[in-house]
């Protein structure tokens, strides 16, 4: 394994399963279980629990209390699984928490589902409202009760327009106002628990991705069919909500994929981009390597973003702007021919990550947020030549107190993808 830089710390890995990759010509198949090396892999990971989530009101009621707001309104979605473990579809009916900056959360309802409701809240503040009455005067009734009839009322960012404007006509428009940053505040900073989740949910997608890529890629395979492969082998793992890109050759060079499902040839590149949920919380892997011997461009290019991705790993510290890391990325990828700005690598540095994919923070040109321990992303720089190839190399990060992490092995080489053996 590659010596990590200044400031970065690997967590402890548990060793890739031992494969041999000409025990299965042909590939693997469904009668010979061929994932079961990593059977048990997400044991031991506790998920959130009602001690952790009231923690995440706390510390949000906190924010909220400083910011002048009387509440923060939440729809169904991550935030609401955040704060409260529930997990409700979205429709027409408004279902809403009422986070209020003191006292127990207020849940409006439909009325005819609130037994349905009670099976997730048992113990809860519920008001049913029904067919013909406004959610949104309930809700107001429900906050001057409690003597906040005057201040302001914060949204959640992932609030619909419609929801928002009942908001406004019930509150009074001046009263309605974004939440994104008290949200984001205490979403961004991952507690232990947390990081725990992501680390292994991470690990262990990387562990999945390198089992198959040792054991079932072979030429003339579709791409669709090493999705497949990849979606299993997490599944086996034990992640839920499995997705995967896979491309191949020329393919890789659609950041996020095209229509055709190539085959592959000797020499292609193969790029993989998955991940997968632990208890909620995100993996989002990228791995880019040749089926038999790589041109010279290939090498080049894989360098090039490996170079990036290390230089942006130097950069990543308590104190530092996202714009900056992104920057220190870019920097290695005009300096080694590719151009500048988002001539060949075409997108931001990163994203944050933890109950949603995609989250704050972002690595992105220009941005000014600093980065502060427990804040979680991705560090994928990549280089896409139409026509020619793609190359992407993704590992998810943690700030930490004076550096940070990678969350499981990180690459070697393009001839060692996965790291050391």
């Known amino acids: ?10 967590a402890a890995q548990p060793s890739a399963p031992s494969v041999d990759p000409g025990a299965r010509v042909g590939g693997p198949t469904e009668e010979d279980d061929p994932w079961a090396a990593l ?14 989530r009231a923690g995440h009101r706390e510390r949000l009621q906190r924010v909220l209390h400083d910011a002048g707001c009387d509440a923060l309104i939440v729809e169904p979605g991550a935030t609401m699984q955040y704060l409260a473990g529930v997990h409700w579809g979205r429709s027409e009916r408004p279902f809403l928490l009422v986070l209020a900056r003191t006292g127990e959360p207020l849940w409006v309802v439909p009325a005819f589902e609130e037994r349905t409701a009670r099976e997730q809240l048992p113990a809860a503040v519920l008001r049913g409202w029904r067919e013909h009455e406004s959610p949104y005067s309930l809700l107001a009734a429900g906050l001057a009760e409690r003597g906040l009839d005057a201040g302001r009322v914060a949204v959640d960012p992932q609030l619909r327009n419609f929801v928002v404007e009942g908001l406004r006509g019930a509150l009074g428009p001046g009263r309605v106002v974004d939440g994104a940053g008290h949200v984001e505040a205490v979403r961004m900073r991952k507690h232990p628990a947390e990081l725990e989740r992501l680390r292994r949910a991470n690990e262990v997608t990387k562990a999945a991705l390198r089992l198959v890529a040792e054991t079932a890629v072979r030429e003339g395979m579709r791409q669709s069919e090493l999705a497949e492969h990849v979606r299993r082998a997490q599944e086996r793992a034990g992640l839920a909500d499995v997705w995967v890109l896979a491309l191949f050759g020329p393919n890789a060079a659609f950041p996020h994929g095209t229509a055709e499902d190539r085959a592959l040839r000797s020499g292609d590149l193969v790029l993989v981009d998955t991940g997968g949920s632990l208890h909620g919380y995100r993996s989002d892997i990228t791995r880019t390597w040749a089926l038999g011997t790589a041109s010279e461009p290939a090498r080049r290019a894989w360098g090039a973003v490996a170079r990036a991705q290390r230089a942006a790993l130097a950069a990543i510290r308590p104190g530092v702007r996202c714009g900056d890391v992104d920057a220190a990325a870019r920097a290695v990828i005009e300096a080694e021919g590719f151009g500048r700005d988002y001539h060949r690598f075409t997108h931001r540095l990163g994203h944050g990550i933890g109950l949603e994919v995609h989250e704050s923070p972002y690595l992105v040109a220009g941005s000014s947020r600093i980065l502060e321990p427990g804040m979680t992303m991705s560090n994928e720089p990549g280089i896409y030549e139409p026509g020619v190839l793609g190359v992407r190399i993704e590992d998810i990060v943690a700030v930490t107190d004076d550096g940070c992490e990678v969350f499981g092995p990180s690459v070697e080489s393009l001839d060692q993808p996965f790291g050391a053996a």
Not at 39 to 52: F, Q, R, W
């Open 39 to 52: 059977a048990g892999s997400c044991e031991g990971i506790a998920p959130p629990d009602a001690a952790e």
């Open 1 to 10: 394994m590659a010596a990590c830089v200044a400031g970065c710390h690997r």
